[in-house]
């Protein structure tokens, strides 16, 4: 079954970085496209960004533009979020999904607080 396992959530001071990933089994990962969604207290799911499969074009919401990059490796099975200059309005639960496709993992954690 699909399984996504996200990971490298922390806590982090407003201006620095973290790097998130998020690693695939149970489908042909290469054949999907991939997106990051996050999710704060109290507020709706929302999508933070999307990468094709075939030509690993990217796309963002427009929080996030200009400071987060998604990339995959199809041959890990694995994709990745490198979010800097984070805000304190970038916590949440950051989740992966296949995009349009659904499967969710269990979330990453992420707090932006001084």
């Known amino acids: 079954q699909v399984q996504l396992v996200e990971s490298g959530g922390g806590l982090v001071q407003p201006g620095g970085s973290l790097r998130l990933s998020c690693a695939a089994s149970?489908?042909?990962?290469?054949?999907?496209?991939m997106s990051w969604y996050r999710q704060a207290p109290g507020k709706k799911r929302e999508r933070v960004a999307t990468i094709t499969n075939a030509d690993d074009i990217t796309t963002y919401s427009r929080s996030v533009e200009g400071r987060f990059t998604m990339s995959r490796d199809n041959a890990k099975n694995t994709i990745y979020l490198q979010m800097n200059n984070l805000k304190p309005e970038d916590t949440a639960v950051y989740y992966c999904?296949?995009?349009?496709?659904?499967?969710w993992g269990q979330g990453t954690q992420v707090t932006v607080s001084s």
């Open positions: 149970g489908f042909v990962f290469s054949n999907y496209a």
């Open positions: 999904t296949r995009t349009n496709y659904g499967g």
